[in-house]
């Protein structure tokens, strides 16, 4: 008996040190994930949450979006997301007369759903080691670039071997730096319509200012359904469509949650580089995130004027700075958490046990011993060329609409300026009208010309003249740095800004080489690949001796449980609900209410607004079933779990299955967490499935959906 106790307290141990830590593959979890699970509190087996052999609750998990995570409700397809990963949906549904950004949308029965072109989710379906396949052909003797050109030809015709004619999605992603890869079969859904979407002052509030911080107060979910063919297939949008008939779904846990309580997350997190070296934190905290806040900063400062100014421009434009907003503020918070954190310290150290240990072992130190060589030259040219490589992205190329707009027309003055056949030019300019009624939807040509001006300002004054494109130095230096007057001039001529002169250039197309929107465009995009081989230069020199760095690693500290970096593709996080203690003097509770969303707000701010009926119920202390049993309606919650972005809209699942929240975002103390997990201060933050019920059925009145989900 002893015995036996001694080994649970080591057992739980390990649990508390590391348990919270890792986005594990749900389709090979091992002994220890799941011991340490079930001592948590999971009471489901591993074919309960991930089988091919019967329905599990990976078959209630999907891709939304490209971008986002979302997972079944209800036995007919309803779908659970965040409200910033439909954002661009609802807002493409909005206007001035029907704002359902401002409003809220909501859907009181099925024929009110909304269609969403473009919109698809992904189930799924197979999982398959194909690392041999990949790798075939390659040898020790194989340079970089070899490598890479073989690994790319074996990937694209085993993909295209496995799809055939079926209508899946197929992809083959790389593991540990390239050490391993697996592919991943995919059912893709293509007829997903809003059901329901909650006023700005719930699924916004707090918008830039509370990001990535804790406490919230933020009610950030949308509501989708997923619609069939008669036969259950997936299909493009029809009227014959049907709902979902879904093969798992998430019960919801009405009992709200307590320190302590299991809790589980399956998602589809984006991109984390824990294994890195310390070049590459460094590179992040001085290049590449000075460089993206610089220019997002700029962004968002004319954005905010032209949309404080006109609620149509609000409207057009919500999505869009949501989506700057949202990474901008991400990179100032992990900059300043690599910095606290010592992480670039704690790599170094890292690397020098990692020297030692290569250099211990004679066989070790053939395989080892000179990789950092290669990647200390990768990293020198990356040094050199980041700010850049980000500021020809961020500020050049995908910095203007109307910039990036015109880059779509390349290919067709390609064909203008090779004389192909005049019939053929003019019905590909025809076919092109669709993308130009769909970007002067939502275009304001005034807000677009100053973000314009003002970050070709900032890319003149903080490149260097040999790092920059030619058009941009040329036209800096005529202008005396100030981009301002040359914009102007160049929006009231191209064709890109107007788009009567577009219809008309579609009529009749020709050369596009004296519209100084498109010149401009093309000499950024012709600037920025003549600097994309050299970062590929620096890939080659350095990539050989990072992959060769994971894979010493992993021997180096054979008895560790690694889990491999997130590349969006399925993974399972699990941990506990915990309060957190964030600086000296400063303790944070584990959860928040519906009080302290009241004690934010604002009139008439877009940020701290909040609608009348809101605050009529909460007046009334309206809160049904939903309250606790302090009469408190909770709202959001945070736990250990590790997730990152991709994770947005991911369940946050209890021991038994059920929903008891949705996952939305990380904490401030921990934004460097996708570099290095910081296990005494990374949250999750999740909005609390309570308050989710409440918005639906006190504040949307649609009873129509809490009569259809299963709710325990």
């Not at 460089?291 to 100014?309: G, V």
């Not at 290919?411 to 203008?416: G, K, Q, V």
């Not at 275009?443 to 004054?461: C, E, G, I, M």
């Not at 996708?674 to 949307?700: H, N, P």
Request: charged letters at 25%; glycine letters at 8%.
């Amino acid at each position: 008996m002893k015995k036996r106790l001694l080994i649970v307290m080591a057992l739980l141990s390990v649990m508390i040190a590391r348990a919270d830590e890792g986005m594990w593959l749900p389709y090979s979890l091992n002994g220890q994930n799941l011991a340490e699970m079930q001592a948590m509190g999971c009471k489901l087996t591993a074919e309960q949450i991930f089988s091919f052999n019967q329905p599990s609750l990976k078959d209630a998990i999907v891709q939304f979006g490209g971008g986002c995570t979302g997972e079944i409700i209800s036995p007919e397809g309803l779908l659970l997301t965040n409200h910033h990963c439909g954002l661009s949906y609802v807002q493409k549904h909005s206007s001035v007369e029907h704002d359902y950004l401002t409003d809220g949308f909501w859907a009181n029965n099925k024929n009110e759903e909304l269609p969403n072109p473009g919109l698809s989710v992904l189930f799924l379906n197979k999982v398959e080691d194909v690392t041999a396949m990949v790798l075939e052909g390659v040898t020790s003797e194989t340079s970089e670039a070899e490598r890479e050109e073989l690994v790319s030809k074996n990937t694209k015709a085993l993909v295209k071997e496995r799809k055939g004619d079926r209508k899946v999605r197929v992809e083959i992603v790389p593991f540990y730096s390239g050490n391993q890869y697996i592919l991943f079969e995919y059912d893709e859904y293509r007829d997903v319509r809003l059901v329901c979407c909650p006023p700005w002052g719930i699924g916004k509030f707090g918008a830039d200012t509370d990001n990535w911080t804790w406490p919230r107060h933020k009610g950030d979910f949308n509501i989708f359904r997923v619609y069939t063919a008669p036969d259950g297939s997936p299909a493009d949008y029809s009227e014959e469509n049907i709902p979902m008939k879904s093969k798992w779904y998430l019960p919801i846990n009405l009992n709200g949650v307590k320190p302590g309580d299991y809790a589980m997350i399956l998602g589809y997190p984006g991109s984390t580089d824990r294994y890195s070296t310390s070049y590459t934190v460094k590179n992040v905290i001085e290049e590449e995130g000075p460089a993206i806040i610089d220019c997002r900063t700029t962004k968002l400062d004319n954005y905010r004027k032209h949309m404080d100014a006109d609620q149509e421009v609000f409207i057009m434009y919500a999505s869009k700075q949501a989506s700057v907003s949202n990474y901008w503020k991400y990179y100032i918070g992990q900059v300043k958490q690599l910095k606290r954190n010592h992480v670039y310290e704690k790599r170094l150290c890292q690397e020098e046990d990692f020297k030692a240990w290569a250099k211990a072992d004679p066989k070790r130190k053939a395989e080892y011993g000179n990789i950092f060589e290669g990647i200390q030259q990768k990293w020198q040219i990356l040094d050199e060329i980041e700010k850049s490589f980000v500021y020809h992205r961020e500020a050049g190329w995908n910095g203007g609409e109307a910039i990036a707009f015109s880059r779509r027309f390349r290919r067709l003055n390609d064909s203008i300026v090779a004389k192909a056949d005049k019939e053929w030019i003019k019905e590909q300019a025809e076919k092109m009208q669709g993308s130009v009624d769909a970007f002067f939807k939502d275009y304001s040509r005034p807000l677009d010309q100053d973000v314009t001006a003002a970050l070709l300002n900032l890319f003149y004054k903080n490149i260097s003249a040999d790092l920059m494109p030619s058009e941009v130095l040329r036209i800096g230096q005529e202008n005396g740095g100030d981009f301002t007057e040359y914009i102007a001039k160049a929006f009231e001529k191209s064709v890109f800004t107007d788009k009567a002169r577009l219809e008309k250039w579609i009529q009749k197309p020709k050369k596009l080489d004296k519209d100084p929107i498109f010149t401009l465009a093309i000499n950024i995009v012709d600037s920025y690949v003549n600097l994309y081989e050299r970062y590929e230069e620096a890939q080659n020199l350095g990539n050989t001796g990072e992959r060769l760095y994971m894979k010493g690693l992993m021997e180096m500290q054979s008895d560790r449980n690694f889990y491999p970096d997130a590349n969006f593709t399925m993974r399972l996080t699990y941990g506990t609900v915990e309060p957190y203690k964030a600086a000296d003097a400063v303790n944070y509770n584990y959860y928040t209410t519906m009080d302290g969303v009241m004690a934010k707000y604002v009139p008439g701010n877009w940020e701290f607004d909040i609608p009348q009926d809101v605050r009529d119920l909460v007046a009334k202390k309206d809160y049904g079933r939903y309250a606790n049993e302090n009469g408190e309606l909770v709202v959001n919650f945070i736990t250990t779990n590790d997730i990152t972005g991709g994770n947005s809209g991911s369940p946050v699942i209890d021991g038994e299955g059920n929903l008891i929240g949705l996952a939305f975002d990380g904490n401030w103390e921990a934004m460097s967490g996708d570099l290095s997990f910081e296990q005494k201060v990374q949250r999750t933050i999740c909005m609390d499935a309570r308050y989710l019920l409440w918005c639906i059925e006190k504040v949307g009145k649609c009873d129509n959906i809490i009569n259809e989900l299963v709710i325990k």
